[in-house]
């Protein structure tokens, strides 16, 4: 039984070795979104052999495991190269299973090598359901307003000389537009989120990879100082320090990118520690998604 987990082990990490070079992204991983959206990320290839012209996503009701599988199938998407997430609108509750490939500069077909968990998920995904009802209309009861309070819809103006009502003033049907416009533009993205500093970073530890943290929080990420900030927790996270610190050290330049309009690359950042952070990270990921 140890020999061939022993096998198991070598086999797979030399598929990892034979394929880092190869146009082929890695590290899939899909979970549901908002309303029928569906959420797509993965890791692109560092150093690929060839140079990568465009991402081609696929989708289906099924696991998809080779590429015989979809050769005859249109993508669902073929996006930028250095993009890493895709938001998938369905209008079913099917679950649904992806794929990525590359499309290299000097090729008209992607690059057809299909390994589950590199670049095709091995488990299927599907929207939400929503089951919020909806709550009963509430029945108008007549409001009593105490001396001294406003009311929340004045009274109509009366017109004391002319002993009539004042006809409500009029807008034109372009202003009516505009503000409409207006509107629903401001209600397409929620508003950009504030720095989020973890509890334990808060106060200062007495030394260590926390309080080495800890400085640079101080002199760059509290100061806004974003880009530097950036610099600085890279050279941290490249130093022999506790898993508990890096993972923070990740999101907080996930934050930091993502704070300087950086969203492609705040997403990368985040998905690194979702595992470890899934309700804060996945905020922060959709987030970014819907500004890029």
């Known amino acids: ?88 609108i369905v209008k079913d509750y099917n ?32 929207i939400s359901v929503n089951t919020q009802q909806k709550e009963p209309q509430k029945q108008e009861t007549e409001k009593l307003y105490y001396e001294g309070t406003l009311r929340e819809t004045p009274l109509p103006y009366i017109d004391i000389v002319e002993n009539s ?21 401001s ?22 990879d926390d309080y080495l943290l800890f400085e640079i929080l101080k002199q760059y990420f509290v100061q806004k100082k974003y880009d530097a900030a950036i610099i600085q927790l890279n050279k941290l996270a490249g130093t022999n320090i506790k898993e508990n610190t890096r993972n923070r050290v990740y999101f907080y330049i996930g934050e930091c990118e993502y704070l300087t309009g950086e969203y492609e690359k705040a997403v990368k950042s985040f998905v690194k520690v979702q595992d470890v952070y899934p309700t804060l990270a996945r905020k922060w990921i959709n987030s970014s998604l819907d500004r890029i």
């Not at 690929?48 to 080779?66: F, G, M």
């Not at 500069?105 to 095709?120: A, C, E, G, M, Q």
């Not at 397409?188 to 509890?199: S, T």
């Open 1 to 88: 039984m140890k020999k061939s987990f022993s096998i198991f082990i070598l086999l797979f990490f030399s598929s990892i070795l034979l394929f880092a070079e190869k146009p082929i992204v890695r590290d899939i991983q899909t979970e549901a979104g908002k309303g029928n959206k569906i959420n797509i990320f993965w890791t692109l290839p560092e150093n690929p052999e060839k140079e990568i012209s465009s991402l081609l996503i696929y989708r289906d009701t099924r696991q998809i495991a080779s590429f015989a599988q979809i050769k005859n199938v249109k993508p669902i998407a073929q996006i930028n190269p250095d993009f890493s997430g895709y938001t998938d």
């Open 95 to 126: 679950d649904y299973f992806y794929c990525v490939l590359a499309l290299t500069k000097d090729s008209t077909v992607p690059y057809d090598l299909i390994l589950l968990s590199f670049n095709s998920t091995v488990k299927g995904v599907h």
């Open 165 to 185: 009502i004042q006809p409500e003033p009029t807008v034109s049907e372009e202003a009516a537009f505009a503000a409409q416009t207006l509107t629903n533009k």
């Open 187 to 208: 209600k397409k993205r929620e508003p950009i989120l504030k720095p989020y500093i973890f509890e334990e970073d808060l106060i200062s530890p007495d030394g260590g």
